[in-house]
Every structure is written in C-alpha cells, then in structure tokens.
C-alpha cells in the first residue's frame, strides 16, 4: 500500500535577524546543549535531532531535542523520579525546553543564550538561565552563567533584575491547575545563582568537561533519594562517526551516572546517494524508440507506443492511466507509485517518453494523478531534455523551461479503458502506542494489519483496513475521568473490548469542481472510535503558497469492539483551514472550528520539512473548554514525527513511518481522524514542492 503524508510545517520570520549558531561539542543530561547539568550557549547544527537517555540517582531521563531554527533548540522530555510521590510509585515527569541562542561567538566576544525548562509542566524542573560561552584554545570552552529556579538554589542572591521591577523579587511556588500551563508569572523570578564550567575536547571523539552546578535537587534531597558532597560534577563523552554518543558522568560526588545520545541529520539519508538504479541515458532522436526490443514479449506483442509506454513506466515504478499521442505533443496520464520526489517521479516519465515516442513529437505534458483524479500537468520540451542532460544547472534551468499548471480541466480525455477498476491490497504488521500513562510511559499494541482498496472509477475509492492485536499493554491502562464527552479518553475500553478491529469502511469520492478546488466526501466507519460522512472543500492555486480549506462532519462513535455497532453519541464537527508555505522547508496550518466533544477553538501546527520528505513539527489546540475541565496537561499538544522510509534503506520509496506524540489524550481539542485529506494528498505535486525537489529531475 502507498501512504501519504499529512503532516503540517512550521517556520518564522525572526531567524533573518539573528546571528549564526555556535555548534554545541555535548550534550548535557537534559538532552539538550549543554555540560553535564548545566547549559551552554550553544546550540546543535541546524536541522539536526538529538535523542538521550539518562540515568543518574533517582532519576531517568528521555529527550528529543530539535534544532528548529539556527538558533532556536526546542525539546520534550520524560523523567521518572523515584522517592516523591506519596504512594511509592514513581513519579513520572513531561517537560518541554526552549533554548535561544542571542550571539554568536565571534573575535573576543562570547556566544550568548538565555533558556526556560520545564516551562509548560509540573514544574519540577523549572528554571531559567542566561549563559556564554567562549572558547579560548582549540578544543577548550569555557561557560559561565545565572539561573533562577533549580538553576538558583546554590549560594543564591537577590534577583539582579529586581532594579526593574519588584515583583522579580519573589518567585511564587507550585504551580497551577493540572499542569501543562505556560506559568510566566514564575519566569526569571526569585533568588539567582551562579553556575559555570569547562570542556575540553581532546579529539573529535572524546571530550572532558566539569562544571560548577547550581541546582541542590532539593525534592529529591528531602525525600534521601540522593546525596550530594560537592557542587562540582566532573564527566567525559566519546563520539562514534554514526551519531551516537555515550557519556559517563560523576554527580555532586557521590552519584554515577549514564548517558546515551544519538545526534541525527534529517538532511544525511542513512545510505549516502541511495540506492536507486540511475536514469536511462537518452537515446538518439533519431533512433526507432518505439520498437519493442528488451521489453516481456506480451507486452512486446502490442506493438503500439502506448504499450511501450506502459511497459517502460511500470518498470520505473509509475503507472501509465491515459495517453494522447499527437504528432508533435504527446500527454500521460500517471501515478507514482515509487519516487518520494514528484520531481523526480517526473523527469523519469519524461526520459521514457523521449526514448520511446517518435523524433517528431517535441512538446511532453505528464499529467499527475491521485485516486484517478488530476492534480498538477508539467509540460517540457523534448530538446530541452537533451540540451541539458548533462548540464551542471541542468536541473534548474529544466525547472525555469517548464511550465507547471493546474490539471482540473484535463477531463478524461486519453484515459485507458482498462486503467480502472483498480485494486490493491497490503498485509503488513502494525504497531500502536499509547504514551505517557500515569503508570507506564509508553504501552503497545502489535499485529497484523490487512489494507484493501477498490477504485471502480476516477475519483471513488472503497477502502478497508482490519487489524488484529496479539500482543500488547494497552487494555491494562488506566480508565477515563474525563468530565467531557468521551471521545478519545475511553482508548482502554477499546482495546479491553475488541479483537479482529474493521478500523476503517469507507466510500471515497474526490473530484474536481473547479479550476484550483479540490473535493473530497467520504461515508462509513471513518477511524476506530467514530463512523459518519466527512465531505471538504479545498482552494489550493498551483503555483500559489496558501491553501484554504474547509470540512463539514457527521459523526458517531462507534462500539468499543470496533465491529459495525455504533453508541449514542453524536456530533457535528468541522474546521476552516489555512495552509501557508513559508518557504526553506516551513509550513504553518491553522485549523478553527468544533471538535469531537463540541468544544470550539483552533489548531495551531508548524512544521519543518527537509528535501527527502523528513519532517519534524509541533501542534497546539486551544478550545473554550477549561484548562481545569481538560484535566492533566490543560490543553491538547504534541510533536509529529515522519521519516521516509528511503531516508533509513536508501532504496526509492513514497512509504513513510509516522508519529505523533502527545504527553496526554484527552477529549478537548480532539479532531475527528479521516483518511485522504486533500492538503497532504494534492500538496506534493503543486509547484513549490516540486521546486523543492527539482534537483533530483535529471537523476
């Protein structure tokens, strides 16, 4: 089976104003730039993605850092801490970081940051910071700085910034409601610290560092889960060429402590330069590229140069669907069935085309299609193709030569007879997580999965997905006590209630209403919790970087075995939608209207989206239900996840593994899940996408 991508991006004016980054060495036991606890003023390569692991004492912690822009460090992390909780059990944590790199390192002036941790949680871990660094020899880094929170517990003062205002003077304790609030009332407020230490890196690999550290771990210190001799904290690093990085550090004198750390490039695929098979070379034009040499002899036997076509396409991974063949233009009708680059999925069809049509035929137009229906037309010329074949700027100037147009008004004019009724079918197995329960950071579901899809016609799609769990956790979790209509909080009871699961039936038809427009209406059992009719609307110009969009819903949440019966709960759901490209990879989404449990408000998405088709984003949705209705974390959050599965093997691939975290379901906020979205469906094949991965045309 194909999937597709559904992801949004992020982006922001602000980084043209900034300095360049100054690269961090280390990663601290936070999962984020820094010594050992304590920050630096540096930051991550830009793009890049770091997940650790630490233990020390009392305390495990998991991070994912992402470098978002050159100078923005976002982060998430999980801790489990034992000894503070009245019941034994130990206490687990979620924290979301921001680090901000102001300066740059540069002649004798230091970098410079300012950070907040746990900014949005529990505040167990809350602080912030302001901290340079500043290297003085090869290899030899020097850091100092000033913290409030836990970075100001050691040899505390009086706020410096109290000359401004009094009320940094004190710093309010706790933290409000049910956590998961930005508490900025507590921001750089109350005594300050001092913190500092150094790093020297002897080789590439290996790198010392010590620091003076700031933060008495006053819970944990009350409770005897641990026992610290001196502020200095002295550890060492060594870096394998892959990324992973592991660490040894000793704590406060007394604690030993672990780290593991894997730095990843979205940019750097795992197989350097892939392992596709490269480009048929052009054939001279003049050459008989119709005959059926090297081709099966069945299809040899048709003798006609649509056969040829869809010999020679199918072979690159790309079906042909329609063909008009004229004497000097000819147009296919295809999908791509293989390249994660359109781009790329375009300028094979065209090599196929000139080494298989007549000399004659000059103007080439590739028609790309979704479900049977059109969505964008290239049209290139043929002596272009052999012009710049081998072109240094072969790639861009092919890009500035062609014409890229919207394709509502291409009908089905060519269309194959036989190219419908299609029918796929794909057994796979399946994993599902649920994150962060009270009890167990992360449980699990796996079996086998069966995807079968019907298209009888251009547009109508029947599509059925059955899963069957045989191993998992997720039916032991913790109930609902929610206060909202149950819409997603009730995801033990399903997995409690149901074995063979029809998580989707459904009927699909897209179309095309109008030059721009797009349409989409599906009925049936929509996702595992809820069944209906979902029918949206959306504007996107080729060559236009906002998209606008809207979904009307009926919806009904379905039995807890997740079979054919529905319960008595209903809603009418749907969101307006903007879509923006800011261009470099960021994408912003805005989505406001009514949820599953009647609660209106917005969704806030950005994302970050690398050339191969990584990405990386984070998503928030404010309703009008109350933090403290909501329950545990306030509001609906996480961070979204997609690696191309070609990114990890190498090998020309449109299948993506994605993920999204949240650090709580619950039922504000929530939005009903339906397949085939037309944003994420139509989004890479209009132009700036393709400009995005026009590189790759000639390969």
Not at 408 to 437: H, I, K, M
Not at 656 to 684: H, K, S
């Amino acid at each position: 089976m194909r999937k597709g991508s559904k992801i949004a991006a992020m982006a922001s004016c602000f980084s043209l104003f900034l300095s360049a980054p100054t690269q961090s060495e280390t990663i601290s036991v936070y999962g984020t730039p820094g010594l050992i606890d304590m920050p630096t003023a540096e930051v991550m390569n830009d793009g890049n993605l770091a997940f650790s692991v630490s233990h020390f004492g009392p305390t495990t912690r998991g991070t994912m850092a992402f470098q978002v822009f050159p100078w923005l460090t976002g982060s998430f992390r999980y801790n489990r801490i034992e000894g503070l909780t009245t019941t034994g059990s130990p206490l687990f944590d979620r924290n979301f970081d921001v680090h901000i790199q102001i300066a740059q390192e540069k002649n004798g002036r230091p970098a410079l940051a300012f950070g907040l941790r746990d900014f949005g949680g529990t505040g167990v871990f809350s602080s912030e910071y302001v901290v340079a660094t500043k290297t003085l020899s090869p290899g030899l880094k020097f850091t100092g700085g000033i913290g409030w929170g836990r970075l100001g517990g050691r040899n505390s003062f009086d706020n410096p910034l109290g000359i401004f205002s009094s009320r940094f003077d004190t710093r309010p304790g706790g933290f409000a409601g049910p956590g998961g609030q930005l508490e900025t009332d507590t921001w750089f407020r109350g005594d300050a610290a001092f913190f500092g230490g150094v790093s020297w890196q002897v080789n590439e690999r290996l790198t010392f560092k010590a620091e003076y550290s700031s933060d008495v771990y006053p819970a944990e210190t009350i409770v005897g889960e641990i026992d610290l001799d001196t502020p200095i904290n002295i550890g060492v690093d060594y870096r394998f060429k892959n990324g992973i990085q592991l660490g040894a550090f000793l704590h406060g004198g007394t604690e030993l402590g672990f780290q593991f750390t894997r730095v990843i490039d979205p940019r750097k695929t795992k197989v350097p330069g892939g392992l596709e098979t490269s480009a048929a070379a052009l054939l001279p034009r003049d050459s008989l590229a119709a005959a059926s040499w090297n081709l099966p002899e069945s299809t040899a036997a048709k003798g006609t140069p649509e056969g040829v076509l869809q010999a020679r396409l199918e072979q690159e991974g790309i079906s042909l669907e329609g063909a008009v063949i004229g004497s000097r233009s000819a147009t296919i009708r295809v999908r791509n069935n293989r390249w994660g680059a359109e781009a790329q999925a375009a300028g094979r069809a065209a090599r196929v085309m000139a080494n298989t049509l007549a000399p004659e035929v000059e103007k080439f137009t590739i028609v790309f299609q979704e479900n049977g229906v059109p969505i964008t037309k290239i049209t290139t010329n043929r002596s272009d193709l052999y012009e710049l074949e081998n072109d240094y700027d072969g790639p861009w100037r092919t890009f500035a030569r062609a014409d890229i147009e919207d394709a509502s008004g291409v009908g089905r004019e060519g269309e194959f007879g036989n190219a419908f009724p299609q029918f796929e079918w794909g057994l796979t197995p399946f994993t599902r997580f649920s994150y962060f329960d009270p009890d167990r950071p992360l449980r699990y579901e796996f079996g086998p999965e069966l995807n079968l899809v019907f298209r009888p016609s251009p547009g109508l799609t029947f599509a059925t997905k059955l899963t069957y769990p045989i191993s998992g956790d997720i039916d032991s979790g913790r109930g609902s006590n929610s206060l909202l209509p149950r819409v997603r909080s009730n995801g033990v009871l399903y997995a409690q209630q149901s074995d063979l699961e029809v998580n989707v039936m459904t009927a699909e038809y897209m179309f095309r209403p109008g030059k721009d427009l797009f349409g989409r209406v599906t009925a049936g059992y929509l996702e595992s919790m809820f069944g209906g009719v979902s029918g949206e609307l959306l504007w996107y110009p080729v060559d236009s970087r906002l998209a606008l969009g809207a979904e009307v819903n009926w919806a009904q949440q379905r039995d807890f075995d997740i079979l054919f019966g529905f319960q008595n709960y209903d809603v009418v759901t749907g969101h307006v939608s903007a879509y923006y490209d800011f261009g470099g990879g960021f994408l912003g989404q805005v989505d406001a209207g009514r949820y599953l449990a009647g609660d209106w408000g917005a969704t806030m998405t950005v994302t970050r989206e690398f050339d191969n088709g990584f990405r990386v984003g984070g998503f928030f949705t404010l309703t009008d239900v109350p933090f403290s209705t909501f329950g545990e974390g306030s509001f609906d959050k996480g961070i979204t996840l997609e690696i191309p599965v070609a990114w990890m093997t190498g090998r020309p691939s449109k299948k993506t593994l994605a993920q999204t975290i949240r650090p709580t379901t619950r039922d504000g906020g929530a939005r009903l899940e339906v397949n085939n979205r037309l944003f994420g469906l139509t989004r890479d094949y209009r132009a700036n996408e393709l400009e995005d991965g026009w590189g790759r045309y000639l390969r």
